[in-house]
């Protein structure tokens, strides 16, 4: 059994947002393969992360991080779209302690059509 962070391109950070979302070793990770894997990490709560999507992807290939051709690159992009969009469709947008807490009635309160207050401080 070896560590998540054994696999090319992941590192310690990584390995923790696998534990949370209850992967530990690298050998679950290549049994999942890097679509479920990562639909397991936004399932979890991780905050969708292209970059992070294709390290995924070229460290279960043994490769480096930047050695993606832009054919792969697209085609990657559009499964990383779709995961996405699945993700949210399976959780409503919120992740797991935001369902939580809406639960509760203490979740974070959201005001779309509200604009952003401007920062009053001084440059």
């Known amino acids: 059994m070896s560590r998540v962070s054994s696999i090319r391109n992941l590192g310690p950070k990584v390995e923790l947002m696998f534990a949370r979302a209850g ?6 990770i290549y049994e999942l393969g890097h679509e479920a ?28 991080w930047n050695d993606l051709s832009p054919a792969e690159k697209a085609a990657l992009r559009t499964t990383f779209d779709r995961l996405v969009a699945q993700s ?4 409503g947008d919120r992740s797991a302690i935001e369902r939580e807490l809406n639960v509760l009635g203490v979740g974070r309160r959201r005001a779309p059509d509200r604009p952003r207050r401007k920062s009053r401080r001084q440059p």
Not at 37 to 57: D, K, M, N, Q, V
Not at 88 to 91: C, G, I, L, S
């Open 23 to 28: 992967i530990h070793t690298a050998e679950e």
């Open 37 to 64: 894997a990562y639909l397991r990490l936004l399932s979890a709560g991780t905050r969708p992360h292209f970059i992070g999507f294709y390290c995924l992807y070229l460290g279960l290939q043994n490769r480096p």
């Open 88 to 91: 949210k469709a399976d959780t």
